[in-house]
Structures are given as structure tokens and as C-alpha cells.
């Protein structure tokens, strides 16, 4: 069965510190896809990153990374430098062979001034 | 850069009424999609469409609810009679391929 979880219920750093979100995920599958998303009080969804099962490279995209490791289904999303624009709730998510997405409970991110 | 547009924005209907929820995906998506958050909860889907027809459900899809894409370029989502428990966001989803997703903003729905 396909699963995602978010461990980290909620996170309060203080402005300008890294903070690194964790997601576990699990599927049968050989092809899958990871998604983050996050989601500001406004509550639309933004997406941030897709990513396929077939490459494993970590990406980098401004203040963001992501660590996509296979040997522990791991897909963690880093922000550096935090601002407090970066408050919100991020959701993993991952989908496989079904055509929907499986969502984690989604980490709720507090940068404090 | 292309929107998926979901309508209202907010939407308050009594218990037992029928509500429709509106969606206009980005005009060359072939897949389309519902989904729905309860307040302070995960996102939940309920169905994908494709080629005019459901291409999968969840559980939470049941006869209460039923979607429909009457004209080419509207998707909606239909909830027959409400309970309280359907109070929710509901967010629509399109995508060309089979793996990319665009979110709309989502209708807050509201059942008193």
C-alpha cells in the first residue's frame, strides 16, 4: 500500500536558521513520482517539486533543496536562510501507478522574526 | 502563466441542499481531478477523469457525489444533499501528462 508520512507535525525556527522537512514514503512500485507542496494561510496549494523515481539527483532551486534518497524512501526538503514569507504548511506527497496523489499530513513551518 | 479556475471562492449551503462546485482546467489538459482538505487536515482525493469518463474513485466518492464536464471546458463537482461532515476545501486539478498536477486556489465549502 502507498503511504507518505511527515513526522514533523510542526517546526518553529527562528528567521535566517536552516530548517530541513522530512518525508518517508512507501510504494511497490518502480516508477513513482514525490511532489512537495506548500500550503500559506491563504490555503491554495503551491507547488514546489516534482520529482521521478528514476533520478535520484538532489536539486537545488534558489533557498530550497531536496535530498531524494531510494535506500531509506526519503524524499526531505531543506530551506536556508529561512524568511518569514516561508511560513506555512508543506505537504509530500507521492503518486505511483493509480492516478491519484497520496498526501502526507503536512509539516507546519513557524519562522519567527 | 495558465490557471486552473475554481468558483466561488467560498461557498455556505444548508445541510441537505445540493451544492455544485465549479472548475475550468487549463484548456489543453487531458486529466482533471478533485480533492479535499478538511480544515487542519491532509489533502484527501476523491476522483480523476479522463476521456469523459471516471478514471478512478477513493472511498470518500460515494453516490453523494458526482462530477461531469458538460461543455469542454467546465469541470465540476457535484455533492447531492450536503451533510455537515462535507464542510471542507475542495481543490480541483488538471494536468497534460499523467504524473504533473495544476491545483486551482479551491472552494472553501461550508455546510450549516
Known amino acids: 500500500a502507498q503511504k507518505v508520512t511527515q513526522a514533523q507535525t510542526e517546526i518553529s525556527v527562528v528567521e535566517k536558521e536552516d530548517v530541513t522537512l522530512d518525508c518517508v514514503y512507501e510504494?511497490?512500485?518502480?516508477?513513482?513520482?514525490l511532489f512537495w507542496y506548500k500550503q500559506p494561510p491563504s490555503g491554495e496549494l503551491v507547488f514546489l517539486i516534482r520529482r521521478n523515481s528514476f533520478d535520484e539527483q538532489n536539486e537545488i532551486s534558489g533557498r530550497y533543496s531536496w535530498n531524494f534518497q531510494k535506500s531509506t524512501s526519503s524524499f526531505n526538503f531543506t530551506i536556508t536562510a529561512s524568511q518569514v514569507v516561508d511560513s506555512a504548511v508543506y505537504f509530500c506527497?507521492?503518486?505511483?501507478?493509480?492516478?491519484?496523489?497520496?498526501w502526507g499530513a503536512g509539516t507546519k513551518l513557524i519562522i519567527k522574526p | 502563466e495558465p490557471e486552473v479556475t475554481q468558483t466561488p471562492s467560498h461557498q455556505v449551503t444548508q445541510m441537505g441542499q445540493e451544492v455544485i462546485l465549479r472548475c475550468v482546467p487549463i484548456s489543453n489538459h487531458l486529466y482533471f481531478y478533485w480533492y479535499r482538505q478538511i480544515l487542519g487536515q491532509k489533502v484527501e482525493f476523491l476522483v480523476s477523469?479522463?476521456?469523459?469518463?471516471?478514471?478512478?474513485k477513493s472511498e470518500i466518492f460515494d453516490d453523494q457525489f458526482s462530477v461531469e464536464r458538460p461543455d469542454g471546458s467546465n469541470f465540476t463537482l457535484k455533492i447531492r444533499s450536503t451533510k455537515l461532515e462535507d464542510s471542507a476545501m475542495y481543490f480541483c486539478?488538471?494536468?497534460?501528462?499523467?504524473?504533473?498536477?495544476?491545483f486551482g486556489s479551491g472552494t472553501r465549502l461550508t455546510v450549516v
Open positions: 510504494t511497490r512500485d518502480t516508477t513513482y513520482y
Open positions: 486539478a488538471s494536468s497534460v501528462e499523467y504524473y504533473g498536477y495544476t
Open positions: 506527497a507521492l503518486r505511483d501507478s493509480n492516478y491519484q496523489l497520496i
Open positions: 477523469f479522463y476521456n469523459n469518463e471516471i478514471s478512478e
